[in-house]
């Protein structure tokens, strides 16, 4: 009965360790703010914001489209 315990326990912490090593081999992005509210403004008014990001994973991050809310 310990012996299984142990394996399953085993299995459990191996795979928690695959999963950690796994999340990290791709691309995620953080970012510094996620939304910014231009407040009221004139219709037909042009406005610009900068948002700041960083890939924390070891893959290349890749954007592939952008759109407003």
Not at 11 to 24: I, W, Y
């Amino acid at each position: 009965m310990r012996k299984i315990i142990f394996a399953v326990l085993l299995t459990l912490f191996l795979s928690g360790l695959c999963f950690a090593q796994d999340s990290l081999s791709r691309p995620v992005i953080q970012f510094d703010q996620k939304v910014y509210d231009f407040g009221r403004v004139n219709r037909d008014t042009m406005l610009v914001h900068i948002f700041k990001f960083k890939n924390l994973g070891n893959k290349t991050l890749k954007i592939k489209g952008v759109r407003p809310g």
